[in-house]
């Protein structure tokens, strides 16, 4: 089936450390890609999100995502997280043919001081 | 308004009643998401209204769940006869139109509890 995946579901990282959230797509053809977060008990933000272009896409509070087609991957990156990263992120997969986010099903990080 | 609003944000219901969720959205767009949060299961589309066009209620689970969006503007959903299962927390989201994806803005959501 047509899916997003999201293959780590719970990531534990201490302050300064790297971080990498896996994401795969399965749909084929013209997609646009978006990572959302919810920091605990908000609502849901855009980071950072893919139309077309760099594939390296720069978002807000030092995030940012690759899309690498080849893989039909989007994974999102941080060189050094802070304990205020700690939230649940979202990938998600819109495809103009359903006009809808098909979201993935999240990845719960907590950032240890 | 300045955002989109949902109500009641925490709704405790007793297994077999029914309850409707109220979504208000931001003023002039056209496009209206609902999504459906659950432990573990990411956020599951429920349903989409963009304009005066049928909606797409590809995602609702069941027959129990039914949404309706008057005058263009706030939309209500309503799920018949609740299960336990259908806990969960309903999001609903807005945008200037169907194909700009980049505009979503979510809600704070409202916490079904079925007991």
């Known amino acids: 089936a047509q899916s997003v995946s999201q293959h780590n579901h719970h990531v534990i990282l201490s302050e300064a450390a790297s971080l990498e959230l896996g994401c795969n797509y399965s749909?084929?053809?013209?997609?646009?890609l978006f990572w959302y977060v919810q920091y605990p008990g908000q609502h849901l933000q855009l980071l950072l999100k893919?139309?077309?272009?760099?594939?390296l896409v720069k978002g807000i509070k030092g995030f940012e995502a690759e899309f690498i087609k080849s893989k039909f991957s989007f994974n999102l990156r941080k060189p050094s997280v802070q304990w205020s990263d700690t939230a649940e992120y979202f990938c998600?997969?819109?495809?103009?043919?359903?006009?809808?986010?098909?979201f993935g099903t999240g990845t719960l990080l907590a950032v240890q001081p | 308004g300045a955002g989109v609003s949902q109500s009641p944000s925490n709704k405790v219901t007793e297994k077999g009643k029914d309850v409707e969720l109220r979504c208000d959205p931001i003023?002039?767009?056209?496009?209206l998401y609902w999504y459906r949060q659950s432990l573990g299961q990411g956020l599951e589309f429920l349903i989409y209204?963009?304009?005066?066009?049928?909606?797409?209620k590809s995602g609702l689970p069941s027959d129990r769940f039914s949404a309706e969006r008057t005058g263009g503007s706030v939309s209500t959903l309503t799920i018949q006869r609740t299960q336990q299962e259908d806990s969960a927390v309903y999001l609903c989201?807005?945008?200037?139109?169907?194909?700009?994806?980049?505009?979503?803005?979510f809600g704070s959501g409202t916490r079904l509890t079925v007991v």
């Open positions: 989201a807005s945008s200037l139109g169907g194909g700009q994806p980049y505009g979503y803005t």
């Open positions: 893919y139309f077309s272009g760099d594939p």
């Open positions: 209204f963009q304009g005066n066009s049928a909606p797409d």
């Open positions: 749909y084929g053809g013209t997609v646009n």
């Open positions: 003023s002039g767009h056209t496009a």
């Open positions: 998600a997969v819109f495809r103009g043919a359903t006009n809808k986010l098909i």
